[in-house]
């Protein structure tokens, strides 16, 4: 059960994230080409706007829960995987989860320090981005051995779609304006917490029927869970479609009840005056958000 649940919540975290930048992405991107003077600007974090006070959606949020996510995530992982015998260790599949974790954990450290105004190289968030994902990329890659043939097939599709991430965190990296690197990159996180969701229920079924209970050597299993990681990516992909065009329709009501015809040209002026730059949450993207 406790493997089971190590790919329900990692699965949960990426779904989870991933409809949070596109929502946020795309209501950017609908401002860009509807609000005059605004230039649409990429982010790795976005504000809670939806907090009741400004302090509060002046916090970097996002980035303070993946820190959390990831610490209380690593310390289950040592907890669970430490041994006494034949001397004190961590089991060598709970070692692996931990490194794969640190990337992401480390990036969510380096978004505060951007945050609080540390001076850093530019783009650091996008990089450190490329660094989690090129970490658990190399992790899923080598942690397969002595499985059965199915448990590793899946496995290496969720390798793929890791590297497809680390490609995608690699293009923002030199261009983080860029719409389309950021729609991969809540495409790629979306579909692998959707196949994380999908491995927990492969490997570990929830019940003995046989309908829903996978031969773990069987070929025709490997050729099904092919087939089923592509509708994975035709699916996801319909999902983002979706709630784009959720969010494009209900853009008026947006406009309406948020302060964008308050906001004097100067103002936007501001905001968009380096946008080659990462923009840490501050009072102007807290005013750009508010919606």
Request: with cysteine; hydrophobic share 45%.
């Amino acid at each position: 059960m406790g493997t089971w649940i190590g790919h329900i919540a990692p699965g949960v975290f990426f779904v989870f994230f991933a409809l949070w930048w596109h929502i946020h992405n795309s209501l950017r991107y609908l401002r860009s080409i509807k609000l005059n003077g605004y230039t649409f600007q990429g982010s790795t974090t976005y504000p809670c706007s939806c907090l009741p006070s400004h302090g509060l959606r002046n916090l970097p949020i996002e980035s303070i829960m993946k820190l959390l996510i990831t610490s209380i995530h690593f310390s289950i992982e040592l907890y669970t995987g430490y041994g006494a015998d034949p001397r004190p260790h961590i089991g060598d599949e709970n070692a692996h989860h931990t490194a794969m974790l640190f990337g992401f954990w480390i990036g969510a450290w380096v978004e505060i320090l951007v945050h609080k105004g540390v001076a850093l190289p530019k783009n650091i968030p996008q990089v450190m981005g490329f660094l989690a994902f090129a970490i658990e990329a190399l992790m899923m890659v080598f942690h397969l051995h002595a499985r059965s043939m199915v448990d590793a097939h899946v496995h290496k599709l969720l390798a793929l779609i890791i590297v497809c991430s680390m490609i995608g965190a690699l293009g923002e990296s030199y261009d983080p304006n860029n719409f389309w690197f950021i729609v991969g990159r809540s495409f790629f996180a979306l579909t692998q917490g959707t196949w994380f969701l999908q491995i927990a229920f492969v490997i570990w079924p929830q019940t003995t029927h046989p309908l829903f209970v996978w031969d773990m050597n069987d070929h025709r299993s490997i050729s099904l869970l092919t087939m089923s990681f592509a509708y994975h990516l035709a699916g996801n992909a319909c999902v983002l479609i979706g709630v784009y065009l959720c969010i494009y329709t209900l853009y008026p009501v947006f406009s309406v009840v948020g302060p964008y015809d308050l906001i004097e040209k100067e103002k936007l002026h501001l905001i968009n005056e380096d946008v080659s730059e990462y923009k840490p949450i501050n009072i102007n993207s807290d005013i750009e958000e508010n919606v």
